[in-house]
Each structure stands twice: as C-alpha cells, then as structure tokens.
C-alpha cells in the first residue's frame, strides 16, 4: 500500500516557475515507477511525466512540457518532483502523482495508486 501527498501548487504568472512535491509512504516507494497526471476542468486526465522506478535513472514527458519540466525522485526522503518552469496558461490543471508497480507507463490504469492532486494555476 502507498499513499500519496502532493504539495506546491498555486497561482503563478506566465513564464514563472513552480514546484510541486508527492510524499509517499511505505517501504517499497522505490520499487515503483512514478508519474505525473494533470486533469483541466472539462478534460480528460492526462500523462505529464514519469521516472523509473529504483534510481530513476529513466525519464518520459509529454511533448507539450519537454523542455520545461523536469521530474525527479528521492528515494531516501520518498519524495517525487516535478520542477516546473516557464509556465504556460494551458498549464493550468489538477496535478496528480501516481505509482505504478510497472514499469514507468503514460496510461492512468497503469497506476494503482493516486494522490488526492493540488492545484496549478497559470494566468496570463
């Protein structure tokens, strides 16, 4: 079992920068591959990034946020980031963390476990 805390979001301006943290609990949190979800009112769930699991030495993001975001994990603090910069106005979204006991996926069923998400708000 793994529980998932996420933190960090807010309201930035355009072209600013944000970081969001997921605190996971449980022994094995290095055992799984971690992502990021990101769900706009009105729209479906979507893929934003992953990290493999153990050193995290594998990463995959979408297209719309390469380049920006980078995500990255902690295994000693269990703690997975998502750094966020030059943010965009499309950015704007519920942000998830998700653990998957599979290898690293951009599929949301693949994902056992959720956080209950924080908000991101980019205006204009």
């Known amino acids: 079992q793994v529980q998932l805390v996420e933190s960090g979001g807010g309201l930035v301006q355009a072209g600013g920068s944000l970081r969001l943290s997921c605190a996971a609990s449980?022994?094995?949190?290095?055992?799984?591959?971690m992502g990021w979800f990101r769900q706009a009112p009105g729209k479906e769930r979507e893929f934003v990034a992953a990290?493999?699991?153990?050193?995290?030495?594998?990463?995959y993001y979408t297209d719309s946020v390469k380049g920006r975001f980078t995500i990255s994990r902690d295994n000693a603090k269990n703690t997975v980031l998502l750094q966020m910069n030059s943010l965009k106005p499309e950015d704007t979204a519920v942000y998830y963390c998700?653990?998957?006991?599979?290898?690293?996926?951009?599929?949301?069923?693949?994902?056992?476990?959720w956080g209950q998400g924080t908000q991101v708000t980019v205006s204009s």
């Open positions: 998700a653990a998957s006991p599979l290898a690293m996926s951009t599929m949301t069923h693949n994902y056992n476990y």
């Open positions: 449980g022994r094995t949190f290095s055992s799984y591959a």
């Open positions: 990290i493999s699991w153990s050193g995290g030495s594998r990463t």
